[in-house]
Nanobody, 124 residues
Framework: QVQLVESGGGLVQAGGSLRLSCAAS????????MGWFRQAPGKEREFVAA????????AYADSVKGRFTISRDNAKNTVALQMNSLKAEDTAIYYC?????????????????WGRGTQVTVSS
């Protein structure tokens, strides 16, 4: 079993930055894809970013390209999401997820383990 714990959420003004972190424990971090998703009130959970084991392949939702950066530290079993130029529409609960497969994927059904989420609120 894998446990994922997110941290770093909070309240920030529009245009500001936040850095989310996710710590993985339990089974193995392995050669798995790690991803970030978010869910705003009344909306479905949506893909934000993903990164392969070696960090050689990254994927971002169009809405966050150029503003968010995903990274991982395999030695520390962590994955981070640096969020810059935040907008009110970025307000959501952000979830860390792990895919037990080495290929990039973007759907919630493609990821096997999930954290409980961390709230990000951007005030306009």
């Amino acid at each position: 079993q894998v446990q994922l714990v997110e941290s770093g959420g909070g309240l920030v003004q529009a245009g500001g930055s936040l850095r989310l972190s996710c710590a993985a424990s339990g089974r193995t971090f392995g050669s798995y894809v790690m991803g970030w998703f978010r869910q705003a009130p009344g909306k479905e959970r949506e893909f934000v970013a993903a990164i392969t084991w070696y960090g050689d392949r990254l994927a971002y939702a169009d809405s966050v390209k150029g503003r968010f950066t995903i990274s991982r530290d395999n030695a520390k079993n962590t994955v981070a999401l640096q969020m810059n130029s935040l907008k009110a529409e970025d307000t959501a609960i952000y979830y860390c997820a792990q895919r037990v497969n080495s290929g990039l994927a973007f759907g919630t059904a493609d990821f096997n383990y999930w954290g409980r989420g961390t709230q990000v609120t951007v005030s306009s």
